[in-house]
């Protein structure tokens, strides 16, 4: 939005020059530039820049911490483990246009794609796959930060509005809901796709029909706590049109490693970026895996622990290993020091033959959560087709099935993941409190890494898994567990009406205690 306004600002001296131009205008065209809109180049960055956008901040320092998958001992990175710094939530906003002027956002980026692909009708397929994605990206921006620009948003270029008005949250979901909806509904089986453009299903339409309705179901249980009847509605309509179940349809994301950084796994290279970068030493952000984390998995016995977390370990202070051995395993109490506490390097932290590999995947919806969310189903009687229980195992199985994905250091055995069952068993006779937070907190461990943003909205929802909060002092919630992103200061000078409207609507504060619509 600032990028708009300053190109307004730079017009009128633009129009002085150009009455002395003398042909220069032909001359400043790039021949190799597009001056049209290329739906599939713009799907393909929509895509890529959605899933990617503010990782080191958002899914890593500030949800990571929070949630208690990781740790720091610094002050400045501890926006989720001392809740500090809520500029580290800001830059979510920039899937609106960030202050780099060489984006334009992927909200702008879909807007464009919907608008060239909306013409001809031979078009449809990839109108709904661009539409289901528009829901995915701003179920994100709404979920973090509540009331948005919607309806008006990414308008700047087509009908120079630059001061977008924000929507109510309720009418967001009611609008996203119906959008997947008549998406699925349109798609032809005899028209064009995005093919290879498309980065997650290259242009198959029954995979991205599952897609949608896995969306819609995700989102359908989201309104339990607001709105059950039409939770229930949304949730059985979803189920009866089909989620993801087969490991053959997770939806994700191929990387490679190269000299070609784009191409690499965001997470890995933001979290080597900032943090992880070389073992026997001080940590840039001062970052290790959380004890909270740490604890749950060592004493669940699960082994997926071998999967995630490592020790550095030495003989000679020269040579490292990255050891995966279960009894090194140590998690760091969240907001527990200040200073680079004498142990640091007995701490677990990401494992570089899985989690830090360039050429990991990113799983962008996947069975195991469609299966944690029908086990909840199960139990609300909103499904019949298989029992809470049946449906929880499956998804432990299909949570840790994926890890291979990752290569030979991802593997979990059959033996293991039944051994696991066998030793941590569905609660079936438990009360719904009971099943319920074993679910929660088994979506906590699953969803680790794929989806931080759906664990940290589901614990919103839900209040599972159970997590002690931390109150360091200074911090800024007072103790509380933050619960939503702070929308950006700058919004209060370029946007400053619907900015102020919305925040009055939603309790008139703008914090990281502030609470979104469907968080009771």
């Not at 397929?125 to 829901?135: D, G, Q, T, Y």
């Not at 992880?276 to 082994?303: C, H, M, Q, R, W």
Request: hydrophobic share 40%; aromatic share 12%.
């Amino acid at each position: 939005m600032k990028k708009f306004l300053r190109l307004l600002y730079l017009a009128p001296m633009a129009m002085l020059f150009s009455a002395c131009d003398n042909g220069f205008e032909e001359m400043n065209v790039n021949p190799n530039a597009s001056t049209s809109v290329v739906p599939g180049f713009l799907f393909t960055r929509a895509l890529l820049s959605t899933v990617s956008n503010n990782y080191t901040g958002a899914a890593y320092l500030t949800i990571g911490g929070s949630m208690q998958h990781f740790a720091t001992y610094k002050e400045v990175p501890a926006a989720g483990d001392k809740y500090f710094n809520y500029t580290y939530s800001n830059a979510s906003w920039d899937l609106y246009g960030g202050s780099d002027p060489t984006t334009q956002g992927a909200v702008i980026d879909i807007e464009q794609v919907i608008d060239a692909v909306s013409v001809s009708p031979a078009d449809v397929n990839k109108l709904s796959s661009a539409r289901i994605w528009r829901a995915y990206l701003y179920h994100r921006l709404t979920d973090l930060y509540g009331d948005i620009p919607y309806s008006e948003a990414g308008k700047a270029l087509t009908d120079n509005n630059f001061t977008p008005k924000y929507d109510e949250q309720s009418a967001i979901y009611a609008d996203l809901l119906k959008e997947l909806d008549e998406s699925i509904a349109a798609f032809d089986a005899a028209k064009d796709t995005y093919a290879s453009s498309d980065l997650i299903y290259a242009g198959n339409i029954t995979q991205w029909k599952k897609f949608g309705y896995s969306l819609m179901l995700r989102l359908g249980m989201r309104l339990t706590q607001v709105d059950a009847a039409a939770a229930q509605t949304w949730v059985k309509k979803a189920i009866a049109g089909g989620v993801i179940l087969a490991d053959a349809d997770i939806a994700k994301i191929a990387y490679v490693d190269g000299n070609i950084t784009a191409s690499r796994n965001f997470i890995a290279s933001g979290l080597i970026g900032t943090d992880y970068v070389a073992p026997g030493g001080d940590n840039v952000e001062g970052g290790k895996f959380a004890k909270t984390f740490i604890d749950y998995l060592k004493t669940s016995k699960d082994p997926r622990l071998n999967v995630v977390s490592i020790v550095w370990t030495t003989t000679d202070n020269k040579t490292f290993t990255a050891d995966t051995t279960t009894a090194l395993q140590k998690g760091m109490q969240n907001a527990a020091f200040n200073s680079l506490p004498a142990d640091f390097n007995s701490y677990s932290e990401p494992n570089p033959n899985t989690i830090l590999k360039y050429s990991a995947p990113l799983i962008v919806m996947g069975n195991a959560e469609m299966n944690l969310l029908l086990s909840e189903a199960a139990l609300r009687g909103w499904y019949s087709g298989g029992t809470a229980k049946d449906t929880y195992e499956a998804a432990v199985k299909a949570a840790m099935r994926q890890w291979a994905l990752f290569g030979s250091g991802g593997v979990i055995s059959d033996a293991k993941i039944n051994g696991y069952l066998a030793a941590n068993p569905f609660k079936a006779s438990g009360s719904m409190d009971d099943q319920m937070e074993q679910i929660g907190t088994q979506k906590w461990v699953s969803l680790f890494l794929e989806d931080e943003y759906e664990i940290f909205s589901n614990w919103r929802r839900t209040g599972y898994p159970k997590l002690t909060p931390t109150n360091y002092p200074g911090n800024l919630t007072g103790g509380k567990i933050p619960t939503r992103f702070v929308i950006p200061d700058s919004e209060g000078t370029y946007n400053k009406v619907n900015f102020l409207e919305a925040r009055t609507r939603q309790g008139g504060t703008n914090t990281l205690s502030s609470v979104v619509w469907w968080d009771k």
